[in-house]
């Protein structure tokens, strides 16, 4: 790529908040999510605060789409392995959608015994919104990755209580 920009031109690297368009004049350039493959519903606009916060005692930021994953992860200090590692993200250079970006390795379980689904979310969209690893979420409650949730269903945030024997309890 060197020796290709005209003079004039000016690269800049870092957080950007709209998508990087394709050069080509083609649509834009997407980042894929394991989440972005079987989601395609927008839910619904969520305010957050600005700069690092904290759900479920793990650091978090709020990332607009488009924005450099590497750059957030050489802001907090973190290879970008370890930052795609705790936000469940493949071999991305953006972040696929406006969405929270953990900074710190979440939780095994959340801080309420469950969640009530709303419309349009997933597995993977309440374990980020809870700040639980999605593995747990996906335990907790022996379901897969892809499995569609309905609203008002509950979903375990933290393991099922074990009765005395062992078991776990169940209602009939």
Do not use: M, W
């Amino acid at each position: 790529a060197l020796g290709k920009i005209t003079p004039g031109e000016e690269v800049l690297a870092g957080i950007s908040s709209t998508p990087v368009s394709d050069p080509s004049g083609g649509s834009s350039l997407t980042a894929g999510s394991r989440e972005e493959n079987i989601h395609d519903e927008e839910l619904p606009p969520v305010e957050y605060p600005e700069g690092v916060f904290k759900i479920n005692e793990t650091r978090v930021v709020f990332a607009r789409k488009g924005t450099s994953l590497l750059a957030l992860a050489e802001t907090h200090e973190l290879p970008l392995a370890r930052l795609l590692d705790f936000n469940d993200l493949e071999e991305t250079d953006l972040v696929p959608r406006d969405q929270l970006i953990y900074v710190q390795r979440k939780r095994k379980k959340g801080t309420a015994e469950y969640h009530i689904v709303q419309r349009g979310e997933t597995p993977y969209s309440i374990s980020q919104s809870e700040g639980i690893r999605l593995e747990s979420l996906l335990e907790y409650n022996d379901i897969s990755f892809n499995t569609a949730l309905k609203a008002g269903q509950k979903v375990l945030l933290q393991p099922a209580a074990r009765s005395a024997s062992g078991g776990s309890i169940t209602s009939k």
